[in-house]
């Protein structure tokens, strides 16, 4: 591994790991922060709930300011932002303090997520990212699996307030390392690149002594009107798919990202209060009011001259269902998981530890499978391997679905295994696709819209599990008598389609692509 690659992959990983860990840890501290600051449990909630609606609400816009003005600036600020946010909260006076700072918190979380997936799209060439997004996917398992273990012990002996102090340290040294690590453009020459030559922009007169046009040439001039009626279209949505092609705030869309950011934050919170007891009705109104803003976003992203989402990112088939499978496979984990603890604490009586240590497989087939996932894709490609751990992820789900109160260690075990298999193949393969297929000048947009998806889907599992188990008050706990893990089997099996849509073979590049629009008048092209 080369000297500059070496830090970039240890900021992404420790940023990614560090965000999970801060998750799971909060939920072990939740009930000792409510007893120490007074609290009722509806503003306990809000401390997840406030740090979610802002993470999921920013994510493309903060991918989008890394695209622009780069991964390593981005991250550093959110990094340094989420320690000194971590700090705060452990020093906070009131609950009202500790809800306003994990807001500030999830902001900076947005800011440093995109940027690890948008650092390592720039540091490796394409053809050698599976594995550093695999490391990257071990570390996210790891931590989580150990958080709530870490959370515990730091809770009972030192209080709540010291889980907030373990982010400090690590997101401190990373936010440091990253300013202090030289990144590459990421265009060769991004000057050169927004300002082709005539020559470079249509090679065919190089060749071509007597000017004669192309067939490209032929069938799209220059002043021919596009589908649109505006003459020079093409060339402005060339540049368009470019930020650093235009100067000014116009370039980052500050019109979608606000619409983005308001669509996503009511989706966040509409789920979330789906899931709470007496919730639904305002969980819905949330999420009608997401699909209204959601209309208005997608007809301003038409119109608007340097959209938010580039439009080739998201003609991208392999970016779109990579997109897809992740949601499909995070709504089902999640959800499982959901009525899987509740089944195992109160059905069957286990305290804490105990259903951590039955669902403990899960977390170590993630670690360990992380890093056997970029061979199997160099070996089958990139569909065969997803469609295999839709396959395993569905499986687990359905077993999970077949327990019943007598279920013994054993089956609990061996469906939290085929969970953890699944789910690890199809999030390193479909995230290392996302970030492969996007164009590197929009790479932070790319892995924005990962950690949206991987927000969202999780609010989607568990939204769907606790409106299902309402409706079977009496036996919904067990799984073989309820309706919600039949429903999640099926959004499990949603991934298996998404998955095929992805590319057969996995691209063995040795260099990185060149930059968008190599003919005159062409728009950026994405291969599918």
């Given at each position: 591994?080369?000297?500059?690659?070496?830090?970039?992959?240890?900021?992404?990983?420790?940023?990614?790991?560090?965000?999970?860990?801060?998750g799971t840890v909060l939920t072990v501290a939740q009930p000792a922060l409510q007893r120490d600051l007074h609290a009722d449990i509806g503003q306990v909630q809000w401390t997840s709930t406030g740090y979610l609606v802002a993470v999921a609400s920013l994510l493309v816009f903060a991918g989008r300011l890394g695209d622009r003005y780069g991964h390593r600036r981005v991250f550093a600020l959110g990094a340094l932002g989420f320690a000194a946010a971590s700090t705060g909260i452990a020093l906070a006076p009131g609950i009202g303090t500790v809800i306003a700072l994990r807001v500030l918190q999830g902001v900076c979380g947005a800011l440093l997520q995109p940027a690890t997936l948008g650092m390592l799209r720039t540091a490796y060439p394409p053809?050698?990212?599976?594995?550093?997004?695999?490391?990257?996917?071990?570390?996210?398992?790891?931590?989580?699996?150990?958080?709530?273990?870490?959370?515990?012990?730091?809770?009972?002996?030192?209080?709540?307030?010291?889980?907030?102090?373990?982010?400090?340290?690590?997101?401190?040294?990373?936010?440091?390392?990253?300013?202090?690590?030289?990144?590459?453009?990421?265009?060769?020459?991004?000057?050169?690149?927004?300002?082709?030559?005539?020559?470079?922009?249509?090679?065919?007169?190089?060749?071509?002594?007597?000017?004669?046009?192309?067939?490209?040439?032929?069938?799209?001039?220059?002043?021919?009107?596009?589908?649109?009626?505006?003459?020079?279209?093409?060339?402005r949505t060339a540049s368009a798919a470019r930020p650093g092609a235009a100067g000014g705030l116009?370039?980052?869309?500050?019109?979608?990202?606000?619409?983005?950011?308001?669509?996503?934050?009511?989706?966040?919170?509409?789920l979330v209060e789906a899931a709470r007891p007496g919730g639904a009705s305002t969980g819905l109104?949330?999420?009608?009011?997401?699909?209204?803003?959601?209309?208005?976003?997608?007809?301003?992203?038409?119109?608007?001259?340097?959209?938010?989402?580039?439009?080739?990112?998201?003609?991208?088939?392999?970016?779109?269902?990579?997109?897809?499978v992740?949601?499909?496979?995070?709504?089902?984990?999640?959800?499982?998981?959901?009525?899987?603890?509740y089944f195992l604490q109160d059905v069957q009586g286990l305290d804490p530890l105990g259903c951590a240590l039955r669902v403990l497989p899960l977390a170590a087939l993630m670690v360990l499978g992380a890093p056997l996932c970029p061979p199997l894709q160099r070996r089958f490609g990139p569909r065969r391997t997803a469609t295999a751990g839709a396959a395993l992820l569905?499986?687990?789900?359905?077993?999970?679905?077949?327990?019943?109160?007598?279920?013994?260690?054993?089956?609990?075990?061996?469906?939290?295994?085929?969970?953890?298999?699944?789910?690890?193949?199809?999030?390193?393969?479909a995230t290392s696709?996302?970030?492969?297929?996007?164009?590197?000048?929009?790479?932070?947009?790319?892995?924005?819209?990962?950690?949206?998806?991987?927000?969202?889907?999780?609010?989607?599992?568990?939204?769907?599990?606790t409106l299902l188990l309402a409706l079977v008050p009496d036996g919904g706990f067990v799984p073989s008598r309820g309706a919600a893990l039949p429903a999640l089997v099926l959004i499990a099996a949603l991934a298996v389609p998404a998955a095929l849509a992805l590319p057969r073979a996995a691209d063995r590049r040795r260099t990185r692509p060149e930059p968008p629009s190599p003919r005159a008048g062409g728009p950026a092209c994405v291969r599918s």
């Open positions: 591994m080369s000297a500059r690659r070496a830090p970039v992959l240890a900021c992404s990983v420790v940023g990614a790991a560090v965000v999970a860990l801060d053809d050698r990212l599976g594995t550093p997004i695999a490391v990257r996917t071990a570390a996210i398992g790891l931590a989580a699996a150990a958080g709530p273990l870490i959370g515990g012990a730091l809770v009972s002996a030192y209080g709540w307030r010291s889980v907030f102090l373990l982010g400090v340290p690590p997101t401190l040294a990373i936010g440091l390392l990253a300013l202090a690590t030289r990144e590459r453009p990421t265009e060769p020459n991004r000057s050169h690149a927004a300002n082709p030559s005539h020559d470079e922009q249509n090679p065919s007169h190089q060749r071509n002594p007597s000017h004669e046009p192309s067939r490209s040439y032929a069938a799209n001039p220059p002043h021919e009107p596009s589908r649109s009626g505006a003459p020079g279209a093409r060339y116009s370039a980052l869309d500050p019109v979608g990202a606000l619409l983005l950011a308001v669509t996503l934050g009511l989706l966040v919170h509409g109104l949330a999420v009608a009011g997401a699909v209204a803003t959601g209309v208005f976003l997608a007809r301003h992203q038409r119109r608007a001259a340097h959209p938010l989402l580039p439009p080739e990112l998201l003609r991208s088939v392999p970016v779109v269902a990579g997109l897809a992740l949601l499909a496979a995070s709504a089902a984990l999640f959800g499982s998981l959901f009525v899987a603890t569905t499986l687990g789900v359905l077993l999970l679905a077949r327990l019943d109160t007598t279920a013994g260690a054993a089956a609990v075990g061996v469906s939290a295994a085929l969970l953890g298999a699944g789910f690890v193949t199809l999030m390193v393969t696709v996302v970030v492969h297929r996007a164009p590197e000048a929009h790479a932070g947009v790319a892995g924005g819209l990962q950690q949206t998806v991987m927000n969202i889907g999780p609010a989607l599992g568990v939204a769907t599990a």
